[in-house]
């Protein structure tokens, strides 16, 4: 176990810790804890580079999103993974971790959840108008019908 995570672990010691199937240490927190735990790791850690945001959907669980964040600490080389399951809210840490802004909004995006303190919660990727977050697991599958015809017009295929 590395410095910075048995130091988290001693900090948060209800949290899960382990190694993620890439081999990256992670330590999991309760996500009311989320914004304290980010920020032990950028400013007590060396853990200050925010590197990526993604979420994984189980809707068989209460709190059915796994919010999983990315660190690296340029100090002592490594990665480090925070994750925090939610029912669909959760602290921003855009406050402290400017880059995680558009990741929280494409997570609040794709997946509907939503993140409390964040400057701009607002669509990334999808139309304004858009109804429902396409990647919950729950969410009704379909699309648009392709007009094969006028590829073929387009493209000369």
Do not use: C
């Not at 909004?105 to 964040?118: P, Q, Y």
């Amino acid at each position: 176990m590395s410095s910075a995570l048995e130091r988290l672990s001693a900090a948060f010691p209800e949290a899960e810790t382990g190694l993620s199937a890439d081999g990256i240490p992670y330590i999991r927190v309760e996500v009311d804890l989320l914004s304290r735990a980010a920020a032990q790791l950028g400013d007590e850690l060396g853990y200050g580079r925010f590197v990526d945001l993604t979420a994984v959907d189980d809707p068989a669980r209460e709190d059915r999103f796994e919010l999983n964040y990315l660190f690296y600490s340029m100090a002592e080389p490594g990665w480090l993974r925070l994750k925090a399951r939610t029912a669909g809210e959760a602290p921003s840490i855009t406050p402290r971790f400017a880059a995680a802004n558009w990741y929280e909004r494409e997570v609040w995006d794709l997946f509907g959840v939503s993140f409390s303190g964040h400057p701009e919660l607002t669509r990334i990727m999808l139309p304004d108008d858009w109804q429902g977050h396409p990647l919950r697991r729950d969410e009704p599958t379909g699309g648009e019908a392709v007009d094969f015809v006028a590829t073929r017009e387009i493209y000369g295929t």
